[in-house]
């Protein structure tokens, strides 16, 4: 008879960034074998999510309801991809709403379904409240955090922390001493003007960030090696164990709406010297003013480099909505660099692991959300950072600072860049000067480490990999012990 697995239930935010790396960490998981996964989400993100399982896949996807509209959002707003910046908060707060009804599909899947508990529950950094129903029902649960451990170290941080004395410029966060002097301009916007008593710091406080400290553990999507400074932060904070088993990076292929088919991608790439393109990306949910985009361009078009670069309309605009290159770039520049054949504007999605793997790709310039730089990383391509929002400040922090793999460019939503210094930085990290050989130098070993740790080979497994195993065997462990 074939023996039942035991199923491991997975619940990420409704983003893409999140939904992303879960199903990257689901499949990872579903390839040992042993495992049923449950991945849960609302209609609309798991209607889009079947067309990205590969065809022989197992896992299933089980919804719960969600209606936008009960919560001022726009009809049908299910992903964080589709709202403009400013409805960010609501979703976060809607996401509440799926309490009861998470609880009824745990509730469901012991009690109706096959009668079997699931091995575990890992629900998303913002969705810690799964915990309430983990307890309940006597199920492991664990947080995965989808960002890195200094990063993330930082963000937590700075919220539990507040109000910060922003009289002076610099500062030392009060209980994460060793991440060094932060600038003022590194804190994003709301962190810099609240005292702490506004409803979004009281929420992220009581709904978010108050359940960390009482999950059965923390996963990271980082690697120990790189990324120790953030995670010995939560171990001592939180007090919990915490598994590093990243990167969790979806593979090549993963369908999608692309500006440009990855053929194209290929093709154009293929044309060009190896180690000579720069590739340029805000990630999913961001993009720069008006100004800077301009000035980005001149820099482009002036520092002589091929380049493939993300376009979506300005700050101040839907970033959802066509991107006009006449409106929002120097006269004549999309014609111009089409027929120099040195640069590919790229309309809203290009397939960026496929880019950053190829061998003509030299660096990345990148709003450094955690999922790019990892993606940069594994790849061993340096970057250029433009940190817009939330932990990107801290995440270009670790990498110039602490890894050598970055340089800054510019820093915040609001500051006005001219394109002489973005050119500057280009030619820095991508000419044969001493920083840039320095910087491609250090990438490739951080790529090395990073392959190191995800080597699955018997015996012979890397820092990431035993983190999984140990993570997986603490759940059966205390399922055996009958604690759970
Ligand atoms: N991404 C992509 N094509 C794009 C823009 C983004 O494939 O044109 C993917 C990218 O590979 C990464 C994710 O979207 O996996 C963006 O996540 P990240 O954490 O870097 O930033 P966020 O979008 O969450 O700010």
Redesign the pocket.
């Known amino acids: 008879m074939a023996e039942t697995k035991e199923s491991i239930v997975m619940f990420p935010y409704m983003?893409?960034?999140h939904i992303?790396p879960f199903l990257a960490l689901a499949l990872r998981i579903e390839k040992r074998n042993k495992y049923t996964i449950i991945f849960v989400n609302t209609p609309l993100n798991n209607k889009k999510l079947r067309s990205c399982l590969p065809l022989n896949s197992s896992i299933h996807l089980l919804e719960i309801p969600f209606n936008s509209s009960n919560h001022d959002l726009p009809p049908n707003s299910e992903n964080l991809d589709s709202l403009p910046h400013h409805l960010f908060p609501n979703l976060l707060k809607a996401s509440l709403s799926l309490k009861p009804h998470f609880r009824k599909l745990i509730y469901n899947l012991i009690h109706k379904e096959n009668g079997q508990k699931p091995l575990c529950i890992i629900s998303d950094m913002f969705l810690g409240w799964c915990i309430e129903t983990a307890q309940e029902f006597g199920i492991f649960h664990s947080i995965f955090i989808t960002g890195g451990g200094f990063g993330s170290a930082c963000y937590y941080s700075f919220w539990i922390n507040l109000p910060h004395n922003t009289d002076s410029d610099e500062f030392v966060l009060p209980d994460f001493p060793e991440a060094s002097t932060f600038h003022v301009t590194q804190m994003s916007e709301p962190l810099r003007v609240t005292d702490g008593s506004d409803s979004i710091s009281v929420f992220h406080r009581e709904e978010l960030l108050c359940h960390w400290s009482k999950a059965d553990g923390i996963l990271f999507n980082t690697v120990e090696e790189i990324d120790k400074l953030g995670l010995m932060y939560f171990r001592r904070k939180l007090g919990r164990q915490v598994w590093s088993i990243g990167p969790v990076i979806l593979s090549p292929g993963s369908k999608r709406d692309f500006g440009v088919s990855p053929e194209v991608c290929k093709n154009w790439l293929d044309k060009k010297p190896p180690c000579s393109v720069l590739y340029v990306?805000f990630?999913?949910?961001?993009t720069i003013s008006a100004w800077n985009m301009m000035q980005l361009a001149m820099a482009l078009e002036g520092c002589g480099k091929n380049f493939i670069w993300?376009v979506r309309p300005p700050l101040g605009f839907d970033i959802n909505s066509e991107f006009r290159a006449n409106e929002c770039l120097p006269q004549g520049f999309e014609e111009r660099i089409k027929d120099s054949g040195r640069g590919l504007l790229v309309h809203k999605?290009?397939?960026?692991?496929e880019i950053l793997s190829h061998k003509s790709l030299s660096t990345f310039l990148s709003?450094c959300?955690?999922?790019?730089v990892l993606?940069s990383l594994s790849h061993g391509v340096p970057m250029i950072g433009w940190p817009v929002a939330a932990e990107q400040f801290y995440n270009v922090k670790l990498l110039e600072d602490m890894i050598g793999v970055c340089v800054e460019v510019a820093r915040g939503k609001r500051s006005e860049v001219f394109h002489e210094d973005i050119m500057e930085k280009i030619k820095l990290v991508m000419n044969e000067s001493e920083k840039g050989k320095e910087m491609r130098g250090k990438a490739l070993q951080v790529k090395a480490i990073i392959n190191n740790a995800i080597k699955d080979e018997g015996n012979s497994k890397g820092s990431s990999m035993d983190a999984m195993d140990q993570f997986l065997n603490a759940a059966l462990n205390l399922k055996t012990k009958g604690k759970f």
């Open positions: 983003a893409q960034g992303n990306s990630g999913s949910q961001n993300v999605w290009a397939p960026q692991v709003h959300g955690w999922n790019s993606e």
